[in-house]
């Protein structure tokens, strides 16, 4: 019988170490990939079935029943762009908590018609009105407004910038170079000037713990062609929420600050049937409130939109771009017939 030569013995030696090298690399990476996913799953779970909002902890008690008129709670929060859509649905929603309301917009009769209804659903809270027009964005009338809040003693405690979007210019898909000076600038009012000039003069007099929830969009993840200007603003949106929150942990201040991530919400200015991709603007508001103390810097509020995002942030970026640059496209083609149409009709 011959005897197996020292050269075999060592190749089998080597493949089967390579060979187990080879099993123990894959199953490790398949391990990690596998608790990745299943950290996504609980995550998920747990932000949308097993949180519980922490919003009650920004409400106050009323020291005596003269500090908050009506109410017996003595905390405020300012919702900015509240006349109408996602504004209103976050007064209403703060008002069921227990929240008094300052009601922000241009237009004192659309507003006066908010706080007449949020009287009449929810009789023991206090309203006021905060009217100005984001753009041009005036620094010194938000300072001088803040100032009287600060002169009245209100405790404010929440604040909303609902405020923003990019119906401002008509029509909205344009290139960049097609828009005016002036237009840029009252995207940029709308979208950054104004809310962050409002918060800066706010937080110094606002009752911790504070919450802000910034209104943010799906375009700040995934921009499209044609909307250059405000997709931009609204990942500074995303971006400055992050910033902001982090900046104030790291002085100690007990504020929470909470990008919102906005997919299809019907409203007055987006109107359209409720669905699989598309909530109410009460649905909207109420899933944001719910997803308060999560401990994220930016959230999608509702699970399909979180669901959708998730989805289409996983597409190949060449997938990804045809498809933004083909729904743009359609978007602004239909935004053209309905122009066409609104002008025939004049």
């Not at 401002?168 to 962050?196: I, M, Y």
């Not at 910034?214 to 499209?224: K, M």
Request: glycine fraction near 8%; hydrophobic fraction near 45%.
């Amino acid at each position: 019988m011959t005897s197996p030569s020292p050269n075999s013995n060592f190749n089998s030696y080597f493949g089967a170490h390579r060979t187990s090298t080879l099993t123990t690399v894959l199953t490790a990476f398949g391990t990690l990939i596998a608790t990745y996913y299943a950290y996504k799953i609980f995550s998920f779970l747990y932000l949308f079935i097993f949180h519980r909002s922490t919003i009650s902890r920004y409400l106050q008690p009323a020291i005596t029943p003269a500090a908050s008129s009506t109410s017996k709670h003595r905390s405020w929060a300012l919702i900015t762009g509240a006349s109408d859509g996602i504004g209103r649905a976050f007064a209403h929603e703060l008002a069921f908590e227990g929240f008094n309301i300052i009601l922000h917009g241009r237009s004192p009769t659309k507003l006066a018609a908010v706080e007449t209804a949020l009287k009449a659903q929810y009789p023991h809270i206090s309203t006021r009105l905060f009217v100005l027009d984001a753009y041009p964005c005036s620094a010194p009338a938000i300072d001088e407004y803040v100032r009287d809040l600060a002169k009245d003693g209100l405790c404010i405690s929440v604040l909303v910038n609902n405020i923003g979007g990019g119906s401002l210019v008509s029509p909205t898909f344009r290139p960049l170079t097609h828009l005016a000076v002036a237009e840029v600038q009252k995207l940029f009012d709308l979208n950054v000037g104004f809310p962050t000039l409002l918060t800066r003069a706010l937080l110094p007099i606002m009752q911790e713990p504070t919450l802000v929830l910034n209104l943010g969009s799906f375009v700040s993840h995934i921009p499209g062609p044609w909307l250059t200007v405000y997709a931009g603003s609204k990942a500074f949106n995303m971006s400055w929420s992050r910033s902001l929150g982090l900046e104030l942990r790291a002085e100690g201040k007990d504020v929470e600050v909470m990008g919102l991530v906005v997919g299809e919400v019907q409203s007055a200015g987006h109107p359209g049937p409720v669905g699989p991709v598309m909530c109410s603007s009460r649905t909207l508001a109420r899933s944001a409130l719910d997803k308060v103390g999560c401990g994220r810097h930016t959230v999608a509020p509702w699970w399909r939109h979180a669901v959708i995002l998730a989805l289409v942030m996983r597409l190949p970026d060449a997938l990804l771009n045809w498809s933004m640059m083909r729904t743009t496209r359609g978007l602004m083609e239909e935004e053209k017939r309905m122009l066409e149409v609104d002008k025939r009709n004049l």
